[in-house]
C-alpha cells in the first residue's frame, strides 16, 4: 500500500499571489497528475507527468506551473491566483502512463479560496 | 465537451434500496473505471472494466459495459448510508490522461 499527501490542507490567498501545491507519494509510481475540481463539477487535469523529469500540459494548464522534483513529489503553482477563486486541488499518481488499465490514487486535496 | 459523462447529477435513494448510476462516452476505449468519492477525500477506484468484459463485479457493486452503444453502468444493491458519495466515470481517450465525467451524486438516506 501507499499514500499521497498534499500539503497545504487548505490554502487562503490574495488576488494575484503566486502560491504553490505540494505532493507526495510513497507507491513509487512513475505518473503524477494535478486534477482541479471545482463545486458540483468533475475533474479537470492541469499537468501531469509520465516519469521524472517530465513535464505534459493538461486541458487547463493556463495560470499555472508544475514541478517534478523527483519521482515522488510534484508541486503545482498557481502564478496569479484569480479573485473569489475556490476549487479543490487533486493530485494523483498511477504505474507509467499509457495503460488505460492503470489505477490512479488520489489525495485529499488542497481546498484554495483566494480573497 | 465531455468525453464521458454520467447521466444524472444526483439521485436520492432509502437505505437498503438498489440504484444505478449511467454513463456515456465519446470515443473508443480499452477499458472504462469508475470512481467514487466521498466528501472531503479524494476519488477512488471502484471497477475498472475492460472492452471486451460486458460485466464486473466488486461485492454489492456491479459494473456493465456496452460497447455499442458506448455506454456503462454502475448499479449498488443493498445501498448503506456510507454509500453516499459521488461517482464518477472515467476513460482513457488518449494515450496517457484519464478523463472523468462530471459525477453523480449520490445521497442514501436512512
Known amino acids: 500500500g501507499g499514500i499521497i499527501t498534499q500539503t497545504p490542507k487548505f490554502l487562503i490567498g490574495q488576488e494575484g499571489q503566486k502560491l504553490t501545491l505540494k505532493c507526495q507519494q510513497n507507491f513509487n509510481h512513475d505518473t503524477m497528475y494535478w486534477y482541479r475540481q471545482d463545486s458540483g463539477k468533475g475533474l479537470r487535469l492541469i499537468y501531469y507527468s509520465i516519469t521524472e523529469n517530465d513535464l505534459q500540459k493538461g486541458d487547463l494548464s493556463e495560470g499555472y506551473d508544475a514541478s517534478r522534483e523527483k519521482k515522488s513529489s510534484f508541486s503545482l503553482t498557481v502564478t496569479s491566483a484569480q479573485k473569489n477563486e475556490m476549487a479543490v486541488f487533486l493530485c494523483?499518481?498511477?504505474?507509467?502512463?499509457?495503460?488505460?488499465?492503470?489505477?490512479?490514487?488520489f489525495g485529499a486535496g488542497t481546498r484554495l479560496s483566494v480573497l | 465537451s465531455q468525453l464521458a459523462e454520467e447521466n444524472l447529477w444526483a439521485l436520492s435513494v432509502h437505505e437498503g434500496e438498489s440504484v444505478t448510476v449511467n454513463c456515456s462516452y465519446k470515443t473508443s476505449i480499452t477499458a472504462l473505471q469508475w470512481y467514487r468519492q466521498k466528501s472531503g477525500e479524494g476519488p477512488a477506484q471502484l471497477i475498472l472494466?475492460?472492452?471486451?468484459?460486458r460485466e464486473k463485479r466488486n461485492g454489492r457493486l456491479r459494473a456493465t459495459l456496452d460497447t455499442s452503444s458506448q455506454s456503462s453502468s454502475l448499479s449498488i444493491t443493498a445501498t448503506r448510508c456510507e454509500d453516499t458519495a459521488v461517482y464518477f466515470c472515467?476513460?482513457?481517450?488518449?494515450?496517457?490522461?484519464?478523463?472523468f465525467g462530471s459525477g453523480t451524486k449520490l445521497t442514501v438516506e436512512p
Open positions: 494523483a499518481s498511477s504505474r507509467l502512463g499509457g495503460q488505460s488499465q492503470n489505477t490512479l490514487y
Open positions: 472515467a476513460t482513457y481517450p488518449n494515450y496517457n490522461v484519464l478523463y
Open positions: 472494466i475492460r472492452s471486451n468484459e
